[in-house]
Nanobody
Framework: QVQLVESGGGLVQAGGSLRLSCAASGRTFSSLAMAWFRRAPGKEREFVAG????????STADSVKGRFTIYRDNAKNTVALQMNSLKSEDTAVYSC????????????????WGQGTQVTVSS
Protein backbone atom coordinates (compact mmCIF):
# COMPACT_ATOMS: atom_id res chain seq x y z
CA GLN A 1 0.00 0.00 0.00
CA VAL A 2 1.24 3.47 -0.86
CA GLN A 3 0.12 6.60 0.93
CA LEU A 4 0.69 10.04 -0.52
CA VAL A 5 0.57 13.33 1.36
CA GLU A 6 0.82 16.68 -0.41
CA SER A 7 1.96 19.98 1.06
CA GLY A 8 2.97 23.43 -0.07
CA GLY A 9 -0.28 24.83 -1.43
CA GLY A 10 -1.53 28.29 -0.62
CA LEU A 11 -2.45 31.71 -1.91
CA VAL A 12 -0.09 33.51 -4.27
CA GLN A 13 -0.31 36.50 -6.56
CA ALA A 14 -0.22 36.09 -10.30
CA GLY A 15 3.35 35.90 -11.51
CA GLY A 16 4.52 34.33 -8.27
CA SER A 17 5.87 30.88 -7.47
CA LEU A 18 4.99 27.92 -5.31
CA ARG A 19 6.59 24.56 -4.71
CA LEU A 20 4.38 21.60 -3.96
CA SER A 21 5.72 18.49 -2.33
CA CYS A 22 4.35 14.96 -2.08
CA ALA A 23 5.68 12.51 0.48
CA ALA A 24 5.15 8.80 -0.14
CA SER A 25 5.11 6.00 2.38
CA GLY A 26 6.30 2.49 1.73
CA ARG A 27 9.44 0.89 0.37
CA THR A 28 8.47 0.85 -3.28
CA PHE A 29 8.70 4.54 -4.12
CA SER A 30 11.64 4.00 -6.46
CA SER A 31 9.42 1.64 -8.49
CA LEU A 32 6.62 4.14 -8.93
CA ALA A 33 6.01 6.60 -11.72
CA MET A 34 4.70 9.79 -10.15
CA ALA A 35 2.49 12.56 -11.42
CA TRP A 36 0.64 15.70 -10.48
CA PHE A 37 -2.94 16.32 -11.52
CA ARG A 38 -5.20 19.26 -10.81
CA ARG A 39 -8.89 19.99 -10.68
CA ALA A 40 -10.09 23.53 -11.14
CA PRO A 41 -13.56 24.60 -9.99
CA GLY A 42 -16.19 23.31 -12.38
CA LYS A 43 -13.68 21.39 -14.47
CA GLU A 44 -12.49 17.83 -14.75
CA ARG A 45 -9.25 16.66 -13.24
CA GLU A 46 -6.35 17.11 -15.66
CA PHE A 47 -2.78 15.94 -15.96
CA VAL A 48 -0.11 18.49 -15.07
CA ALA A 49 3.23 16.68 -15.04
CA GLY A 50 4.71 13.22 -14.60
CA UNK A 51 8.11 11.73 -13.90
CA UNK A 52 9.50 8.28 -14.53
CA UNK A 53 10.75 5.79 -11.96
CA UNK A 54 14.35 6.91 -12.19
CA UNK A 55 13.55 10.55 -12.83
CA UNK A 56 15.20 10.69 -16.25
CA UNK A 57 11.98 11.19 -18.16
CA UNK A 58 9.33 13.80 -17.54
CA SER A 59 6.12 14.80 -19.23
CA THR A 60 4.43 18.16 -18.86
CA ALA A 61 1.07 19.44 -20.03
CA ASP A 62 1.19 22.11 -22.71
CA SER A 63 -0.69 24.52 -20.46
CA VAL A 64 2.15 24.61 -17.94
CA LYS A 65 5.17 23.83 -20.10
CA GLY A 66 8.03 26.19 -19.43
CA ARG A 67 6.51 27.27 -16.11
CA PHE A 68 6.17 24.06 -14.06
CA THR A 69 8.87 21.47 -13.38
CA ILE A 70 8.53 18.11 -11.69
CA TYR A 71 11.30 16.59 -9.58
CA ARG A 72 11.72 13.49 -7.50
CA ASP A 73 14.10 12.38 -4.76
CA ASN A 74 14.04 8.62 -4.38
CA ALA A 75 16.23 8.76 -1.28
CA LYS A 76 13.60 10.86 0.47
CA ASN A 77 10.50 9.32 -1.12
CA THR A 78 9.33 12.69 -2.36
CA VAL A 79 8.19 14.29 -5.58
CA ALA A 80 7.90 18.03 -6.03
CA LEU A 81 6.26 20.41 -8.45
CA GLN A 82 7.94 23.77 -8.88
CA MET A 83 5.42 26.26 -10.23
CA ASN A 84 6.62 29.59 -11.60
CA SER A 85 4.88 32.46 -13.37
CA LEU A 86 1.59 31.39 -11.90
CA LYS A 87 -1.63 32.50 -13.55
CA SER A 88 -5.16 32.76 -12.23
CA GLU A 89 -6.10 29.79 -14.39
CA ASP A 90 -3.67 27.64 -12.40
CA THR A 91 -6.03 27.89 -9.42
CA ALA A 92 -7.02 24.32 -8.55
CA VAL A 93 -6.66 21.49 -6.11
CA TYR A 94 -3.40 19.74 -6.95
CA SER A 95 -3.08 16.03 -6.28
CA CYS A 96 -0.14 13.69 -6.33
CA UNK A 97 -0.60 10.27 -7.93
CA UNK A 98 1.46 7.11 -8.29
CA UNK A 99 1.47 3.99 -10.43
CA UNK A 100 3.72 1.05 -11.13
CA UNK A 101 5.02 1.31 -14.65
CA UNK A 102 5.68 4.16 -17.01
CA UNK A 103 4.44 7.73 -16.95
CA UNK A 104 0.86 8.19 -18.03
CA UNK A 105 -1.31 11.27 -18.47
CA UNK A 106 -4.49 9.26 -17.92
CA UNK A 107 -6.20 9.51 -14.58
CA UNK A 108 -7.40 5.91 -14.54
CA UNK A 109 -3.87 4.56 -14.93
CA UNK A 110 -2.98 5.71 -11.42
CA UNK A 111 -3.62 3.49 -8.43
CA UNK A 112 -2.67 5.77 -5.55
CA TRP A 113 -3.75 9.32 -4.84
CA GLY A 114 -3.14 11.95 -2.23
CA GLN A 115 -5.85 14.11 -0.70
CA GLY A 116 -4.79 17.19 -2.62
CA THR A 117 -3.62 20.69 -1.75
CA GLN A 118 -5.30 23.93 -2.73
CA VAL A 119 -3.46 26.44 -4.88
CA THR A 120 -5.11 29.81 -5.36
CA VAL A 121 -3.63 32.42 -7.67
CA SER A 122 -5.00 35.92 -7.29
CA SER A 123 -4.93 38.28 -10.24
Amino acid sequence: QVQLVESGGGLVQAGGSLRLSCAASGRTFSSLAMAWFRRAPGKEREFVAGISVGGRMTSTADSVKGRFTIYRDNAKNTVALQMNSLKSEDTAVYSCAARYGSISSHIYDYDYWGQGTQVTVSS
